[in-house]
């Protein structure tokens, strides 16, 4: 089922079937699974049937987001920045209009926003209200960006958010949360790491967390790198 | 609405518990939701906004204890029943009982994926002029409509600074109710952690938020 002991998204569940159980009288979590499934098919079947939803089309979308899109193309954008700078410079400016010009990376929506990580300040982006997340450039959000403990704790203790990543900043750092209210979105270009000079921008995306662009890790360079 | 969605600075949650190789979907049935809310909101005219607020509107207990695309399918069902694109009583049979009105753009159908492959746009062409500017002193106002809004309740009363304009884009609060996109002034306003949370809060943390311009006043 790929849900390990202690995950968030599992307890979620049980919780999900402790909620049902009078309705429903089922009595352990598979049973109430099997419902929600047996649900989402009938409501599939129903719009088909009237003619709105196709279900090849349904297969496309889904297929899109599990194999098309994901934080391959952030780190793209952000090893980019990090090798040229006039890149970076129209990056910070207007991120759409400047990913716009990147072939290999697509078009994404208007209104996303690029923000630095500089040694004076850590940026971090979260969606207190619901789930708004750079979906062209990360992909689809995994399930702690959408869930209680992050929304609800991001904007008020983000150094105890970060601790529960293992990340630790410098006490004088400033920390920006950005609170995505809005149809804007918001991609962190965090710092590139020391060590790093001379890297081809191939080499310099693997090293690009999909976390370190949401603000919650840094960018991960392997104790082993070769030169 | 005041509603549990409404989370930011709650106490009480527990730890952030990142899932090492998270996959994209953790059930077959999680995909064909998303899928199905994408469509219905390209061409079925359940607008973002609205499925934002029918997500809301779910009842705490079950916002709180439902995994996410669990809140998405119950939203959506609630919606295609209000907005009469399918009955109750359908989705029970699980089939078509009845002929249904016309989705306002028509079958969502494997040409129409570039559509949702890009985000849309939701900037529109200004009315008036912007009434406020970058570093402009702004008091989010005290503001709890039973409806839709963007502004969240931990910024209410209290003063930030205008960062930048964002343009003007749908006004969700509207959208959201067949009200019209009414467009409006977007504007990132910063907020200092001790305004926000008090003398204990952590003074180098600052906050923003993305407000629309009703959502502000001038503040001295």
């Not at chain 1, 710092?191 to 921008?201: D, K, Q």
């Amino acid at each position: 089922m790929g849900l390990g002991a202690g995950l968030g998204y599992s307890s979620l569940m049980a919780h999900d079937h402790d909620h049902t159980h009078d309705r429903h009288d089922h009595d352990h979590e598979h049973s109430e699974l099997s419902e929600t499934q047996l649900r989402v098919r009938a409501l599939e079947t129903v719009l088909t049937e009237k003619g709105y939803v196709d279900p090849a089309a349904l297969d496309a979308i889904l297929e899109f987001y599990e194999t098309k899109v994901g934080p391959r193309n952030g780190a793209r954008v952000v090893a980019k920045a990090w090798t040229d700078p006039a890149f970076k410079h129209a990056l910070l400016d207007d991120a759409t209009a400047a990913i716009g010009t990147l072939g290999h990376v697509g078009r994404v929506g208007d209104h996303l926003i690029a923000v630095e990580n500089t040694p004076q300040r850590h940026n971090m982006v979260v969606c207190t209200l619901c789930s708004c997340y750079p979906w062209e450039m990360l992909g689809l959000p995994p399930v702690w960006y959408k869930a209680s403990p992050y929304r609800s704790r991001a904007v008020k203790d983000p150094r105890g958010v970060l601790a529960d990543f293992g990340v630790t900043l410098p006490a004088a750092t400033e920390i920006r949360v950005w609170d995505s209210t809005a149809e804007t979105r918001f991609l962190v270009l965090p710092m590139r790491p020391a060590g790093t000079e001379g890297w081809s921008e191939e080499r310099l995306a693997d090293i690009v967390t999909r976390d370190s662009m949401i603000g919650t890790g840094l960018p991960k360079v392997a104790p082993k790198a070769a030169p | 609405m005041n509603g549990v969605h409404d989370m930011g600075g709650m106490d009480g949650f527990g730890k952030v518990e990142p899932e090492p190789n998270e996959p994209t979907f953790h059930h077959d049935w999680e995909s064909r939701v998303m899928a199905m809310v994408r469509v219905m909101g390209a061409n079925g005219g359940l607008g973002i906004d609205s499925q934002r607020f029918a997500r809301e509107s779910l009842p705490p207990e079950g916002y709180l204890a439902s995994s996410y695309y669990k809140k998405w399918f119950l939203a959506i069902e609630d919606q295609i029943i209000a907005s009469n694109i399918a009955g109750a009583d359908e989705i029970a049979a699980g089939h078509s009982l009845r002929p249904s009105p016309p989705l306002p753009r028509g079958k969502f159908t494997l040409d129409d994926l570039p559509r949702i492959s890009v985000r849309g746009s939701f900037g529109r062409d200004a009315k008036a002029p912007a009434m406020f500017k970058p570093g402009d002193k702004v008091r989010a106002k005290n503001i709890n409509p039973l409806t839709h809004t963007r502004l969240p309740r931990y910024v209410r009363g209290h003063v930030g600074i205008v960062e930048r304009i964002n343009g003007c884009h749908v006004f969700p609060d509207t959208a959201a109710h067949g009200k019209g996109e009414n467009p409006q002034w977007l504007y990132t306003v910063v907020f200092a952690s001790r305004e926000l949370w008090g003398d204990d809060a952590d003074p180098t943390l600052k906050v923003s938020i993305d407000a629309f311009e009703p959502y502000l006043e001038k503040a001295e």
